[in-house]
């Protein structure tokens, strides 16, 4: 479905393919409707190839249920949620389990939150004095966000200038975007 969003700031028509496979053709005031549609039909090709990378850069971990008997994965290791009866704190790695209180687990938002709580904390205790990516990956998003104050977008002058600076970012790029796809970012089903 193609969506058209008007912007008074906008002079040139802009297309974006949204995380959830949304087409959406950003215009300026004065653009008619059909030269919105016509423009997206004239980038199929490029729109294909966008839903195509999206395909491909999919999130390995499935979205969780924080069920009971779940399995969560932290610092390479698998560990299943248990809930338990004992207060104290909301969430415990205790034994090679993810221990959730009860009356926490009953307020799927609060779950969520302190589930997430705890990876931020125990995250951040791991990682103190490590470095979060490898060299070649921080000098990638250094030089892609530096691009981005001489050209914003993703377009082909923006590409050709980060590959005057680094000219093996496509590389570095791709690996990024495959450790992206291996990180669980939070997705929770309702219940």
């Not at 959830?20 to 090709?45: H, K, Y």
């Not at 924080?66 to 009866?85: F, N, P």
């Not at 205790?94 to 904390?121: E, F, H, M, S």
Request: proline content about 6%; aromatic content about 8%; hydrophobic content about 40%.
């Amino acid at each position: 479905m193609l969506e058209v969003h008007v912007s008074a700031r906008r002079t040139r028509l802009g297309l974006t393919v949204e995380r959830d496979g949304a087409l959406i053709v950003r215009v300026p005031p004065a653009c008619p409707p059909e030269r919105a549609e016509a423009f997206a039909r004239a980038n199929d090709r490029w729109v294909d190839d966008k839903l195509r990378l999206r395909e491909e850069r999919q999130p390995l971990h499935p979205t969780r249920k924080l069920a009971d008997g779940e399995i969560h994965r932290y610092l390479g290791r698998d560990y299943r949620l248990l809930y338990v009866d004992d207060p104290g704190a909301p969430v415990r790695l205790v034994a090679g389990r993810l221990r959730v209180d009860l009356a926490t687990a009953a307020d799927p938002a609060r779950a969520l939150r302190a589930l997430a709580d705890w990876y931020t904390r125990a995250g951040l205790r791991w990682a103190q004095g490590r470095l979060q990516l490898p060299f070649h990956l921080i000098d990638y998003v250094i030089a892609h966000e530096l691009a981005h104050v001489r050209i914003s977008g993703h377009g082909p002058d923006y590409w050709r200038l980060l590959g005057r600076a680094m000219p093996e970012y496509a590389r570095w790029k791709a690996e990024l975007d495959e450790m992206g796809r291996r990180v669980w970012m939070g997705d929770v089903a309702g219940r």
